[in-house]
């Protein structure tokens, strides 16, 4: 398999030099260049099978050759055995017609640790006998942060720097970004939100002093490796609840558009999903831009779900390439008018292409909060408010068909948001151990490339 960027002009890659890089050289996103397809025979095959051997089968012709089946196996036996549950991504039925798929069993209690723990095995992997170091370079708005820097710390040949908000995570995501004090993870807290965090990463990486200093890689969504980790749980889902002669919907709860791709990748490859909701918060952009074409970034507003306090979600541009025709001229075009102006309209054929599966939805705060106490006093299950933004889309979507909301954290990582909204405090499950005794370490710096740039430039190790 090889791997185009959106934007048309940066080399195709194949799958190890794709894990290991970030932004294509053209400031794209690599995608790859056609779907794999599974017939209704293939998908049928997958009932019964482990998450494990589900990931292993929905993975291998993305991963092509660069491991053998038997690797592959192995690093995901690894990656998901640290999973605090057999099923790994269980599914957990509400009402007669209505799911969650619980995401957040990994070692950090938020659903990006199914791809991080992966993706942190591939790079050791893939890094063996190479000697220049690896720099990875993210931006948190709290989940990606805690899961990457778990999944790195410790890891030979590579060192994280990792930005997120200052004041914006909750605590219980700081501490497990900043009690980690292996010498290989850096922590910044920027003085701005979380799209100047990424913008900044962005403009690292844009930047070809920076970046031809170091070897510099990404862990955000961006990277390839991760959505196709992601791909897997939609498989696992919708088989168990009657796919292929069954199609299931799935709502997202969604920031920069990464985990929903996933899901749209999945139905691309084949997998019956009747619809994906795309289900924001009050930053509404992706709702604007699939309901009325309209992507235009406004103010963030702060809001108890800071995973989706986004206003430019990078993946977004993935989508576009895809339902665009896969043509990287026009699509470079419309994404440097946007980063002019702040402002774009979708084609036509953007907006058709999208309306066959997708819908969208904005939850402000009351929804999300009767959606925490529905799920609480009906069905007995406490969740996360980014869950419930899910939830409460997927509830008045009027699909008809079993609808799975992805539960993208645990409810103890955002306790007091939950308490609020339901008077109950969720506790912390034994698997993050003494987070709130142990010593915490990070810089806060302003939110300035020179700032930022200067203090990873002066701890980072140099291309050879
Ligand atoms: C990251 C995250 C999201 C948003 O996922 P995207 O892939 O960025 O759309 C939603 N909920 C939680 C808890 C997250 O950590």
């Known amino acids: 398999m090889r791997y185009i960027s959106t934007r048309g002009s940066a080399p195709s890659l194949g799958f190890r030099d794709v894990t290991l890089t970030g932004l294509a050289r053209d400031g794209g996103l690599y995608v790859p260049e056609s779907w794999p397809s599974f017939s209704r025979d293939e998908i049928a095959g997958l009932a019964g099978l482990s998450y494990v051997d589900t990931a292993v089968a929905v993975m291998t012709p993305f991963v092509g050759d660069a491991l053998t089946r038997d690797e592959l196996t192995e690093l995901c036996t690894t990656a998901y055995g640290?999973?605090?549950?057999?099923?790994?991504?269980?599914?957990?039925?509400?009402?007669?017609?209505?799911?969650?798929?619980?995401?957040?069993?990994?070692?950090?209690?938020?659903?990006?640790?199914?791809?991080?723990?992966?993706?942190?095995?591939?790079?050791?992997?893939?890094?063996?006998?190479?000697?220049?170091?690896?720099?990875?370079?993210?931006?948190?708005?709290?989940?990606?942060?805690?899961?990457?820097?778990?999944?790195?710390?410790?890891?030979?040949?590579?060192?994280?720097?990792m930005l997120h908000p200052a004041g914006r995570v909750s605590d219980v995501q700081r501490r497990q970004m900043t009690t980690v004090l292996a010498p290989n993870v850096h922590n910044i807290a920027i003085e701005g939100d979380f799209d100047q965090a990424q913008a900044l990463v962005k403009?690292?990486?844009?930047?070809?002093?920076?970046?031809?200093?170091?070897?510099?890689?990404?862990?955000?969504?961006?990277?390839?490796?991760?959505?196709?980790?992601?791909?897997?749980?939609?498989?696992y889902a919708a088989v168990r609840l009657g796919a292929p002669d069954r199609s299931v919907a799935f709502s997202v709860p969604t920031g920069n558009f990464g985990d929903v791709f996933a899901g749209y990748v999945a139905a691309k490859m084949g997998l019956p999903i009747e619809?994906?909701?795309?289900?924001?918060?009050?930053?509404?952009?992706?709702?604007?831009?699939?309901?009325?074409?309209?992507?235009?970034?406004?103010?963030?507003?702060q809001t108890p779900t800071p995973s989706m306090d986004i206003q430019v979600s990078s993946n977004f541009e993935r989508l576009l390439f895809d339902l665009g025709g896969r043509d990287g001229a026009a699509l470079a075009a419309q994404m440097t008018g946007f980063d002019d102006s702040g402002a774009m309209r979708l084609t036509n054929a953007q907006r058709e292409g999208a309306a066959g599966l997708l819908s969208s939805d904005r939850v402000d705060l009351d929804e999300m909060t009767m959606a925490m106490r529905w799920a609480c006093e009906e069905a007995g299950e406490v969740i996360d408010?980014?869950?419930?933004?899910?939830?409460?889309?997927?509830?008045?979507?009027?699909?008809?068909?079993?609808?799975?909301?992805?539960?993208?954290?645990?409810?103890?990582?955002?306790?007091?948001?939950?308490?609020?909204?339901?008077?109950?405090?969720?506790?912390?499950?034994?698997?993050?151990?003494?987070?709130?005794?142990?010593?915490?370490?990070?810089?806060?710096?302003?939110?300035?490339?020179?700032?930022?740039?200067?203090?990873?430039?002066?701890?980072?190790?140099?291309?050879?």
Not at 117 to 141: I, M
Request: glycine share 8%; with cysteine; net charge neutral.
């Open 82 to 161: 640290r999973f605090a549950h057999a099923a790994v991504t269980p599914l957990v039925q509400l009402d007669h017609d209505q799911w969650l798929l619980e995401l957040f069993h990994g070692p950090t209690l938020a659903f990006k640790d199914v791809a991080l723990q992966l993706l942190g095995l591939f790079f050791e992997r893939f890094l063996d006998g190479d000697d220049a170091p690896l720099t990875v370079v993210g931006a948190t708005s709290g989940d990606t942060g805690s899961a990457a820097i778990d999944a790195l710390a410790g890891r030979a040949g590579v060192d994280i720097f």
């Open 203 to 235: 403009a690292m990486f844009n930047d070809r002093d920076f970046s031809g200093r170091f070897r510099l890689s990404a862990v955000n969504s961006i990277n390839w490796a991760r959505l196709m980790a992601q791909v897997v749980y939609y498989f």
């Open 275 to 301: 619809r994906l909701v795309v289900a924001t918060n009050v930053n509404d952009i992706l709702h604007r831009a699939i309901s009325a074409g309209d992507y235009s970034k406004g103010g963030v507003r």
């Open 385 to 464: 408010p980014h869950t419930a933004i899910g939830l409460a889309a997927a509830r008045r979507a009027g699909v008809d068909a079993p609808m799975v909301t992805l539960a993208t954290a645990h409810p103890a990582k955002f306790r007091d948001a939950v308490e609020r909204a339901t008077g109950t405090r969720p506790t912390l499950p034994a698997r993050v151990g003494d987070l709130f005794d142990r010593e915490e370490r990070f810089v806060t710096l302003p939110a300035t490339f020179a700032a930022v740039s200067g203090w990873i430039a002066e701890r980072a190790t140099c291309k050879a």
